[in-house]
């Protein structure tokens, strides 16, 4: 498992710290090595600079990034008259670039900019990507290692070298192995042993990257290094394959989850009760504003405690649950129980509920998405072999299955569950045995409600927190539920699962939006097949 | 059951029937009416006069008219044979694009890019030639044809599939709004063919007369009250027919006229596609008269919008259905076209929840309600369900 996450502030504090200790530790004995290396560029030759980049990527002192980063930026300056070179920083103080001190006295009369050409910045660039190689920061080496996989630039080759010697993590030594290996592919005075091992190495490596590096040998590689690669691109090509394949699985359970979260609280309110509420959607808007708003009051309020805003989705969640849930029960009370048993009227009426909702939300949130910041252990990606994994993805398909499972257990073993199963089951029945099946379908809307409100709050973190965030739901759930069949929670499990993979497997074959129509299609003809979803309640209640 | 019908049920029918026959006969002078007096007062009226009528209320007025078209097709299949479509707007959008394809090829040259057969939108795609699909549409009788027969042909093969495996209620419901989903993400592509985005627009001539013209709008407006009183007068015809004697009875016991030997989807079939031909019909006369089509018309939103115009007016009325699609398209354009505008989605949900919840028979049907129990007050309301409501859900 190769990491790189992004964004990880500790790391990179601690790099820096590491780099004033070393530049301490190593002064003294590197001064020398990097004073001869900045005499290169006292001059306005080009040839002569860029021996200067190559002796000062070359002698390894700590500051020699920041130099030829000055130098990049044109911020490297020299007098010829006094065969000194120096540097501004960021303000524009001047400095000594050999002891790294500021200058007192007044600027050199004839101070002029180290010019660069084209040819020199591929050269820095080089340099740059080179020294990074050796940066203590891991996840820094592992992305620099990559860019000249990536670059192949012959020149890093020395460094690259010098890194794998040095280098004790094995998964990045690896990597810089497969950089060595591509530029060896590329040099031209590598001999054919060499070249047919780097082959090797690439085709161990074994991703796009690879296939398109030997794909796109230079003119001159000897025929049986072409053979090979060409061998070693049909053997990737297969096991890329493969892997786009799980991918896309990957993708697809993704999707799933996401119309599973969306899904499940109607699955409830649509399947269990039979109440067709269009304005499910805006319970999981509320939600996401409800993570809004508890962001917001950790931001202002709780300033002063930086974890506060880290786990506000962690407070948001109940949260959210409690608050939509509690519209969900005045919808019941106000509206919907006066509409059981005319669903085409109780869709109409919830409809007009949802446009209520929205132009609510927008009038005392306005019309502009909202911002929900992700915390940091929901940022970030890792490899799974060639597979990308976002953390975010990873956490709501976690979440969701958490989240099914409670609801199966809410239904299965709690009282309220078993009263739900009665009244839905054989209202009358269920009233004669003393359940107050009036209390019972309030609390059964309002669970409905509380879990679209619940994935609000996991849904803030993929999409925009806007008024239209439950309008681009509501299909997608009716579609699923119907799809899996009304008051069954696996069929809407099975159903959300089978359309978000179905969806990303036709993504790639047909586009974005074919694919959707042609899964729109499909429902509407499965529909026909199976009036009622894959699994149809079987026996009377079906005509209930 | 018998005895009800004997005692009250069946006099009660034939009341109604009566009072319906001369509300629908009082709304068809009415709007035979307007069709004369309206372009008279644009055109004959000079303009400084009170009583003049301004070309953009014509046009306005005859948008109102398409929309009364499509709520009575929807009163037609929801409020006789409870079939709630959640789509009927892709069947208007349908016959609204037939109507934008002839208009855009009668723009000619006259285009910015001056191809003489390709729209501009494709001669931008760099398309070099026209689609087959397009092929036809300059004529304006084919045109016309296509104008009943996409609507028709896609409401009667879904419709064929639909109803055979007894889709019904809800489920119908949802499948419809997804059928106008899907046709909306289509038309918003842009190699679909249609425009895209964009949709069709720019129009110049209908028929030789510029679209523009105070004289065009007039007659158009004239045209759509004409075909509007015809829709009704038909409408009425079937309903009151033993035909629409048979709806109702699949609206109200779909399995109990399966068991008398009905065939219950052939009557829904024959319904569903002659109310999208009515749908077509409305949005052909919609498109000149507005001077644009594009893919939003086919949003799943617009088709339940156009549900709630019937069920303000009252469902199985017919009347209500012309009625409501005014007033609430009134509403609309008096709320969206002034600082109101923010509080127009607010007054239509509260329609939709207060409607259902309170006024569940609509305006025409609470009114007729009214009638009946002031002539009749020693009789009771035989039928205590909302008229045209339909029996609890199947």
């Not at chain 2, 349908?94 to 285009?111: C, D, F, S």
């Not at chain 2, 038909?234 to 009905?262: N, P, Q």
């Amino acid at each position: 498992m190769r990491l790189c996450r992004s964004g990880f502030h500790q790391g990179r504090w601690l790099a820096a710290l590491l780099a004033i200790a070393l530049a301490f530790a190593v002064a003294p004995l590197r001064a020398a090595s990097l004073e001869e290396a900045l005499a290169h560029f006292a001059t306005d030759d080009y040839g002569e600079i860029e021996e200067g980049i190559t002796a000062v990527a070359g002698s390894g002192d700590p500051r020699a990034a920041s130099i030829i980063e000055a130098l990049q930026d044109g911020r490297l300056l020299y007098s010829a008259e006094r065969k000194k070179v120096y540097y501004r920083d960021g303000s524009g103080t001047l400095f000594d670039a050999v002891i790294d001190a500021a200058i007192t006295g007044g600027e050199p009369a004839d101070i002029d900019t180290v010019g660069i050409n084209n040819r020199l910045r591929r050269a820095i660039d080089a340099a740059l990507g080179g020294l990074t190689l050796m940066s203590p920061d891991r996840a820094k080496r592992y992305d620099a290692a990559q860019a000249v996989f990536k670059s192949h630039e012959a020149n890093v080759l020395p460094a690259i070298e010098a890194a794998i010697g040095k280098e004790t993590d094995a998964g990045i030594k690896r990597t810089l192995n497969e950089a060595r290996a591509a530029i060896i592919l590329n040099s031209e005075d590598a001999s054919e042993a060499d070249k047919l091992a780097a082959v090797a190495v690439i085709r161990a490596r074994g991703d796009q990257d690879s296939v398109a590096l030997l794909q796109g040998l230079p003119a001159d590689t000897p025929e049986d290094v072409v053979a090979a690669a060409k061998r070693a691109v049909a053997a990737m090509g297969s096991e890329l394959a493969l892997w786009d394949l799980a991918q896309n699985a990957w993708y697809g359970l993704s999707l799933g989850s996401v119309l599973l979260l969306a899904a499940i609280g109607l699955a409830i309110t649509f399947g269990v009760m039979g109440v067709i509420n269009m304005a499910h959607g805006e319970m999981v808007m509320i939600g996401a504003y409800v993570t809004f708003v508890i962001q917001e009051l950790a931001r202002t309020t709780y300033a002063a405690a930086p974890r506060m805003l880290e786990y506000s989705l962690v407070i948001a969640v109940p949260a959210a649950f409690v608050i939509a849930g509690l519209v969900g029960v005045l919808i019941e009370r106000g509206i919907i129980r006066f509409l059981y048993g005319r669903p085409l009227e109780t869709l109409l009426a919830t409809w007009g509920l949802s446009l209520i909702l929205q132009q609510g939300v927008r009038t005392s949130f306005g019309p502009t998405n909202r911002e929900v910041s992700a915390p940091s252990w929901m940022s970030g990606a890792f490899d799974v072999g060639h597979l990308n994994i976002t953390y975010n993805r990873l956490w709501i398909i976690c979440f969701t299955l958490a989240l099914f499972l409670a609801l199966l257990g809410v239904l299965r073993f709690t009282r309220l569950g078993l009263e739900m199963r009665a009244v839905t089951q054989n209202r009358a029945m269920a009233a004669a045995m003393g359940i107050r099946t009036g209390r019972i379908d309030a609390l059964t809307f309002g669970l409905g409600s509380g879990i679209a409100g619940i994935a609000g709050v996991a849904l803030s973190q993929i999409d925009n927190v806007s008024p239209n965030l439950g309008q681009g739901y509501i299909i997608d759930s009716f579609m699923v539920v119907v799809f899996g069949g009304v008051g069954n929670l696996w069929g809407t499990f099975l159903g959300a699962m089978t359309l978000g993979i179905a969806n990303k497997f036709l993504e790639p074959m047909a586009g974005a939006v074919l694919g959707k129509i042609a899964i729109l299609v499909l429902i509407i003809l499965f529909i026909q097949k199976r009036p009622r979803g894959l699994f149809a309640l079987k026996g009377r209640a079906v005509e209930a | 059951m018998t005895a009800l019908l004997a005692r009250g049920l069946l006099p009660a029918l034939a009341r109604k029937r009566a009072r319906a026959g001369t509300g629908v006969a009082a709304f068809v002078v009415v709007i035979l009416g307007l069709a004369v007096a309206v372009p008279a007062l644009n055109l004959a009226v000079p303009p400084e006069s009170p009583f003049h009528v301004p070309t953009y209320l014509v046009s306005l007025w005859g948008k109102y008219a398409c929309y009364a078209m499509l709520a009575l097709s929807i009163d037609l299949i929801w409020g006789y044979c409870g079939i709630l479509s959640l789509g009927h707007g892709a069947f208007f959008a349908l016959g609204g694009y037939a109507m934008g394809m002839y208009l855009m090829r009668q723009i000619g040259t006259r285009g910015v890019y001056a191809n003489p057969i390709l729209p501009d939108f494709m001669v931008f795609l760099n398309w070099d030639h026209l689609p087959f699909y397009w092929w036809g549409f300059n004529s304006f009788a084919y045109a016309a044809v296509m104008v009943l027969l996409v609507p028709g042909l896609l409401a009667f093969v879904f419709g064929w599939f639909a109803f055979r495996s007894r889709v019904t209620g809800v489920y119908l419901s949802i499948i419809t709004q997804a059928l106008t989903f899907a046709l909306m993400l289509s038309f918003f592509r842009n190699n679909f063919g249609f425009g895209g985005n964009n949709g069709l627009t720019d129009f110049k001539d209908v028929l030789g007369f510029n679209v523009q013209a105070a004289g065009t709008r007039d007659a158009l407006f004239g045209i759509t009250c004409l075909v509007l009183a015809a829709a009704l007068t038909m409408c009425h015809a079937i309903v009151t027919s033993k035909f629409g004697k048979v709806l109702v009875a699949i609206r109200d016991a779909e399995a109990r006229a399966r068991f008398l030997g009905y065939k219950v989807e052939s009557y829904k079939l024959v319904v569903f596609t002659l109310s999208a031909c009515i749908a077509g019909v409305a949005g052909a006369l919609y498109v000149p008269q507005v001077g644009i089509i594009n893919p939003s018309e086919f949003a799943p939103a617009n088709s339940i919008e156009e549900v709630i115009w019937v069920a303000v007016g009252g469902r199985g009325t017919l009347t209500g259905a012309i009625l409501g699609a005014v007033v609430v398209n009134y509403g609309k354009t008096y709320f969206t076209s002034g600082a109101l505008a923010p509080y127009w989605l607010f007054v239509l949900g509260g329609l939709f929840v207060g409607v259902t919840l309170l006024l569940p028979r609509g305006i025409v049907g609470t009114v007729r309600h009214l009638l009946e129990n002031r002539r009749k007050p020693e009789m009771p309301d035989p039928d205590p369900r909302p008229a045209g409501a339909p029996a609890p859900a199947e």
